[in-house]
């Protein structure tokens, strides 16, 4: 009975976390462009795969996750074309889609040492939000790396004092900036509507 029940239970988180992702990528969808080369506002599509974190766990977050970041890079694979070198296309895959959305499995993990569960959900759905925004940060500068339109960009939203700065350090300074622009809009409604949810509605956030 007990092996029976341990299946049930095993395949009823299997189709919750397909729901989830495939919640998750419909609202990846719904989106407010902001940014010339990529980066845009969703409509939280980051929250399903937060929740399968808190309901089961780490493992199962970070497998949903993981799923998630496939279907992503799937869909934006056409941006590898943009990649100029072998090296760069890994670190597209690795850094924009499969390390920055299976961080968001994490989740779970950095809520359960809060002993209030609410500091606990707003605390980790913000810190994967910026491992996410890490992730987009290094690949601006590793991937993306170009200071032609670096300095272009940052002089026309009017930073002041970058024609004195190094390559390297402008460039970095872009991708900061740039990545920061829809990244940490969106980590704040990310986070906005966990504790707003869990606050209306705490059981979704636990295991049934």
């Not at 970041?69 to 597209?92: H, P, R, W």
């Not at 200071?147 to 930073?159: K, L, N, Q, R, T």
Request: glycine residues 8%; contains cysteine; charged residues 10%.
């Amino acid at each position: 009975m007990t092996n029976t029940s341990n299946h049930y239970s095993r395949t009823r988180t299997m189709v919750e976390g397909a729901l989830m992702i495939a919640l998750s990528t419909v609202l990846s969808m719904i989106q407010i462009p902001l940014m010339p080369h990529g980066g845009s506002i969703t409509l939280v599509s980051m929250l399903p795969i937060l929740m399968m974190s808190y309901r089961h766990g780490v493992s199962w977050g970070l497998l949903t996750a993981f799923l998630n970041s496939m279907i992503q890079f799937v869909l934006g694979i056409d941006n590898l074309a943009y990649c100029q070198t072998l090296g760069a296309q890994l670190g597209c895959v690795l850094l924009d889609y499969l390390l920055a959305f299976t961080a968001l499995g994490l989740a779970g993990a950095i809520a359960k040492p809060f002993s209030n569960r609410t500091a606990g959900i707003g605390v980790s759905a913000f810190a994967v939000c910026l491992l996410r925004y890490l992730c987009s940060f290094l690949s601006g500068y590793i991937v993306w790396k170009d200071y032609d339109y670096a300095f272009s960009w940052m002089s026309e939203v009017g930073f002041s004092g970058i024609a004195s700065m190094g390559e390297n350090a402008l460039c970095w300074l872009y991708s900061a900036v740039y990545n920061a622009t829809y990244m940490i809009p969106e980590a704040i409604i990310t986070t906005a509507a966990a504790v707003i949810l869990y606050k209306a509605a705490p059981k979704l956030f636990e295991k049934d």
